[in-house]
């Protein structure tokens, strides 16, 4: 036991600053998550949700008295919610690779699931669920005493509905963490988090890849499903 908690203890100093391992390793899983994610692998959530496991310790710095010693409740709340929509993307890519299977479809080969746009009634929800979330919650995480209320906010509800939207399938999700990343780099500079800060600039850019990825494979596949649809020329006689 005493090995695990010098391991989980464990820091380095960077130009003075002290860094846990534990923020490195809990980001690198995340990050290995969200390469699984942009290949639509189900491995991307259980990997996940070691990472959010360890970085939920980091970010609450005042209770386990990390070298920052700042409780960002936002940051540690979304650590949770990361480990509850995490078991149900799991379970839902899951089930969708098992159903193509039963069904003898080879269309989507390895991966999970099919990219696909939202619905404009689901695009609609998304922001109004994004500004009143922001908006009860950081109220919450300024009574909490959280660091950084609002961004805290915006960062939670952008990451609970970016998880939601990737376990549904929807491409719209990578732009949601293109909106976390935007305000999550400077709340994490400014509070000391400064390993967490690089890999969610490294994210933004991984961002933009996955989206464009994910765009052009269910354009692909939504192209060939809608060939297989027209009737043939034989047919049509």
Known sequence: MSILVD????QFLIAGIPILWR???GNLFGLASA???????VW???VGIVGNALLLTVFLGGVFHTPQDLDLYGQAGRQVMFLAV????????SLGKRRARALGL????????????ASWSERIGIVVAMAVGTAALSLLFRALGSWGPVADAWIFMGSLLATY????????FWLLWIAVDIVGVPLLLTAGYYPSAVLYIVYAGFVLWGFIVWWR??????AARALEREPSPNNAA
């Open 7 to 10: 391991l989980l203890d464990a």
């Open 217 to 222: 494979v269910g354009r692909r596949f939504h």
């Open 35 to 41: 390469i699984g994610g942009m290949r639509r692998q």
């Open 86 to 93: 995490s078991v149900y993307g799991w379970w839902t890519w």
């Open 44 to 46: 991307a959530w259980p």
């Open 23 to 25: 923020e490195i390793v």
């Open 165 to 172: 939207g990737m376990a549904r399938g929807w491409t719209e």
């Open 106 to 117: 080879d269309y989507a080969g390895q991966e999970a699931v099919v990219p696909k746009w």
